[in-house]
């Protein structure tokens, strides 16, 4: 396959990395946090996830302190002056005798990242696919952190366009019915350590990457200031519409290849297994199901919430959110008192596209006034996207227990005047 070389810069070789034991994984370093902020579900790494009603009340762009938190090891205390982004492509999976084939590598410091290509800026919300899990549960056992509904965030990112970095370095073609655009994949690496694997890794299609409407940025600001560590500093990738499992963080290596990652993340997790999977025979189930990548259509209440007592007698605003995959817009979100026998459009949805592709990158608020609870009312909700998309009524389950998007409950809410209180 013919690509074009690229002479700007010399060739490279990156550094390894090496697994470290669980052990020797060191948390001390990490970054302080405002922990009343969040549910924290695991100290170490550390898991958080906003309370919901903080989460809507800070409006369409999350605050960087408000913004859920995602790790798999220790936060790595990386300095700007010396990080360096290795690009390389391999050409095939094995060379003429069998042996891996070799891939040529690049070298950019984040002087080049900043200042050699345009810089992008998009918003984008990303969810994590595990967001809901606490409601396949419910179901049957599970396996990973029990998020409720606040893993996912959105916010302004700004920094080059991938498909401008490849086409210059790696001499990646602009034509987008090449059959390398076609075929093969983008794989990304952090530099950092991670409990499962020797670093935390992550692939998309590199048609995705070379779509100028794909948005696919490596940012290094985050709602106009420079990436927080917890966010990714000092350089991450923004794969917007696809679950937040592909936006790697401290990012180091982008490989141009014919096969996906064989990260412990791209094989071995992120994957809606079928039903009959479960932890007895998951291990050989793996290879059977397709890595995820675009988000499906979500709805969430915010608030109320659960169990919530309301000090007033008047009309109560409920507040959500809504999202879909792959850029498609959210064109109706229903609400029901009744536990789902009957719907009414939502008073009030607002969802920004983006200003350059038109893409809906960006979750959608979303308001309605109901006058009166009682303590026997359940509020539901559900969204459709742009494609017709709807989301099930009861949660699909799945041993992973990823991409749960089943209608939305919110019981036991009972409403009482001030006086009473």
Not at 236 to 252: D, E, M, N, T, W
Request: proline letters at 7%; hydrophobic letters at 35%.
């Amino acid at each position: 396959m013919e690509l074009r070389q690229n002479n700007t810069h010399e060739y490279v070789q990156p550094p390894q990395h090496l697994k470290k034991e669980l052990c020797d994984l060191d948390y001390l370093q990490d970054p302080p946090r405002i922990l009343s902020n969040y549910l924290v579900h695991a100290p170490k790494p550390f898991n958080a996830e906003p309370h919901l009603p903080l989460l809507i009340n800070s409006g369409e762009i999350t605050p960087t302190d408000v913004f859920f938190k995602r790790n798999h090891g220790p936060i790595p205390d990386i300095h700007l002056e010396d990080h360096r982004v290795y690009i390389g492509i391999q050409q095939a999976t094995q060379d003429c005798r069998g042996h891996p084939s070799r891939v040529e590598w690049k070298a950019l410091d984040m002087k080049d990242i900043m200042t050699k290509w345009p810089k992008a800026t998009i918003t984008a919300s990303l969810q994590c696919a595990g967001n809901r899990r606490e409601g396949l549960a419910q179901v049957k056992e599970v396996k990973g952190v029990i998020w409720k509904a606040g893993t996912i965030s959105n916010a302004v990112w700004s920094g080059p366009r991938l498909c401008d970095i490849l086409k210059s370095v790696a001499g990646v073609p602009d034509d987008l019915h090449h059959e390398m655009i076609r075929n093969f994949h983008v794989s990304f690496e952090a530099d950092d350590h991670v409990k499962e694997d020797a670093c935390y890794g992550s692939s998309i299609p590199l048609r995705k990457a070379m779509d100028p409407l794909g948005d696919v940025i490596l940012a290094y600001e985050m709602n106009g200031r420079p990436l927080t560590r917890d966010h990714g500093y000092p350089l991450r990738v923004i794969v917007p519409g696809y679950i937040g499992a592909r936006s790697v963080k401290f990012l180091q290596k982008i490989i141009v290849q014919p096969q996906e990652s064989t990260s412990f993340f791209q094989k071995l997790d992120y994957k809606i297994l079928p039903p009959w999977v479960d932890a007895t025979n998951v291990d050989s189930a793996w290879d059977l199901s397709p890595s995820l990548g675009e988000m499906n259509v979500q709805c969430v209440i915010c608030t109320p919430m659960e169990r919530e007592i309301i000090p007033c007698s008047k009309a109560i605003t409920v507040k959500g959110y809504a999202i879909a995959g792959g850029g498609r817009a959210i064109y109706r979100v229903e609400l029901s008192t009744d536990g789902g026998k009957t719907w009414e459009a939502v008073d009030k949805l607002e969802q920004t596209p983006d200003k350059v592709s038109g893409m809906y990158w960006a979750w959608a608020l979303w308001e309605k006034k109901v006058p009166k609870f009682n303590t026997s009312s359940q509020l539901v909700a559900r969204a459709y996207d742009s494609s017709g998309n709807m989301q099930p009524e009861f949660p699909i389950w799945n041993y992973r227990g990823v991409m749960n998007n089943s209608w939305f409950r919110v019981s036991n809410i009972t409403q009482l005047p001030q006086s009473n209180m």
